[in-house]
């Protein structure tokens, strides 16, 4: 895809404005010095995590959701002129809370029961809830406290967080279907993210972001194939299994490691290495090999190679929605959604396959093989100049996520853009309330006096 911005305006367009908004200030009122001394931006570092709805049979990807926070403490006193300081340190606590998630309501979920009662044998050694407290595979629970990283940014990774069904989320908010025939789940949760001295227990500061987390739609095609009979279901894939690897995974005498003489649990990145899991190297089954292939290369290359998947959708390969989620989610939901590409008769708006190129074109190039890396996945520069993408960080994704920039490269891409996938401004409401309460503007962070006292209060282009 070529390059179809100019410089000038590309790097405006990344923030969602024209170029050379500072200009617009000449005249006006100066800036106030005025606010409050810390802020915090919160963000997910995806914009859409997946989880199966079950677990008894066999695992695709476990809850694990990762939050992200940067903690400014602003200069209103003048002090530095007006320089704001990242504070990473012992002098402040940065607490999280998934606010429509608790124990309780997640004990008794019968889906998300089906993984606590799976989880210890799919992750040998893991507990799901000691003492009732939920946990994820990663340490980390619904509530807690973040840890500080050493380049400047706060982190909570792996909150098993998990499509709502309880009385916590409205009726309104309940937009994904359930592909089991379930009720409606709310799939945009609320992360309450507040920053506490830690000399006097003050609360300095404190967000809303958007924990996002669906149900794929594995189901959508999996359960009719086998008359909605989930076991059914996980038989006829570990036969189809069986024809191309020789291994049945479904079969008990195969894999059967509670030791109750039924089909499952398993999980895939068990064999199938899964950078998604946090694991370099598969972990394997007693006896059996592991795959020389990842879990994302014959995931999606089982399905856009086959011949009877294609009869039932020849257009697989661009049909995102198809199997990430669309049933409700619509998770891609960004201001690229609004953006034109391409000119004449091949002018579009922008989509999935725009950036990441559609599974032809992955397969083909070998991505998959080296899946969640920012060697296979697209950077903002493709379509933009002088995004300031460096990829320093020893971060999980591609370049966006592993990308600090700004004043001396201090500033995480997401907490002024905002998570993949939901960039500001986001067609999701609930994605723009932080830049709303920051700035007064749903456009990614862009008035100066946000964080530099004493510098423009109106929305402008700052320098990556």
């Known amino acids: 895809m070529k390059k179809i911005y100019s410089l000038s305006f590309a790097a405006a367009l990344v923030l969602g404005v024209g170029a050379y908004a500072h200009t617009a200030d000449a005249g006006k009122p100066p800036p106030t010095t005025t606010g409050p001394e810390w802020i915090i931006m919160a963000s997910n570092d995806l914009g859409m995590h997946c989880a199966c709805p079950t677990s008894q049979y066999f695992l695709l990807l476990p809850p694990f959701n990762t939050l992200r926070a940067q903690v400014i403490k602003r200069d209103i006193n003048m002090v530095k002129t007006g320089t704001p300081t990242v504070v990473a340190d012992s002098t402040i606590r940065v607490q999280y809370n998934i606010v429509e998630n608790t124990d309780a309501n997640l004990a008794t979920d019968p889906y998300f029961k089906t993984w606590m009662d799976s989880a210890p044998y799919l992750f040998p050694g893991f507990v799901p809830a000691p003492g009732g407290v939920i946990m994820g595979i990663a340490g980390k629970g619904l509530h807690g406290t973040m840890d500080a990283q050493p380049l400047g940014w706060y982190e909570a990774k792996g909150i098993p967080a998990f499509p709502d069904v309880s009385s916590n989320s409205t009726t309104a908010q309940k937009i994904m279907i359930d592909p089991l025939g379930g009720p409606n789940r709310n799939p945009y949760l609320t992360g309450n993210v507040k920053v506490y001295s830690t000399a006097t227990g003050a609360l300095l500061a404190e967000t809303n972001n958007t ?54 649990p398993i999980r895939c990145s068990q064999c199938h290495v899964d950078a998604a899991m946090g694991e370099t190297v598969a972990p394997g089954y007693p006896g059996l090999p592991t795959s020389k292939y990842t879990f994302s290369d014959v995931l999606h290359r089982w399905h856009v190679q086959n011949p009877k998947v294609l009869a039932m959708d020849p257009n697989l390969a661009t049909n995102c929605y198809k199997c990430h989620p669309g049933n409700g ?19 579009h708006l922008v989509w999935c396959t725009d950036c990441h190129g559609d599974l032809n074109q992955r397969v083909a190039q070998g991505q998959l093989l080296d899946p969640w890396s920012k060697n296979t996945l697209p950077t903002c520069t493709k ?8 990829a320093i960080l020893p971060a999980f994704g591609g370049s966006f996520l592993k990308s600090m920039a700004h004043k001396n490269d201090k500033i995480l ?19 723009n309330v932080q830049n709303l309460a920051l700035q007064n503007d ?15 209060s109106s929305y402008g282009t700052p320098l990556h």
Do not use: W
Request: hydrophobic share 30%; charged share 15%.
């Open 383 to 390: 379509c933009h100049s002088n995004t300031g993408e460096n």
């Open 329 to 347: 989610v619509n998770c891609y939901r960004d201001h690229h959604t609004n953006k034109l590409i391409g000119s004449g008769p091949n002018q």
């Open 442 to 456: 749903s456009r990614a962070i862009g008035v100066c006096n946000t964080c530099h006292v004493g510098k423009s």
């Open 413 to 431: 891409c997401s907490t002024c853009h905002g998570s993949p996938h939901g960039l500001n401004p986001s067609t999701l409401a609930k994605d």
């Open 211 to 264: 924990v996002p987390v669906a149900f794929g739609g594995c189901c959508t095609c999996h359960l009719p194939m086998a008359n909605n009979d989930a076991l059914a279901s996980f038989k006829l894939m570990g036969s189809l299994h069986k024809a191309s690897s020789g291994i049945d995974f479904a079969d008990p005498a195969v894999i059967d490691l509670n030791h109750d003489g039924l089909p499952g």
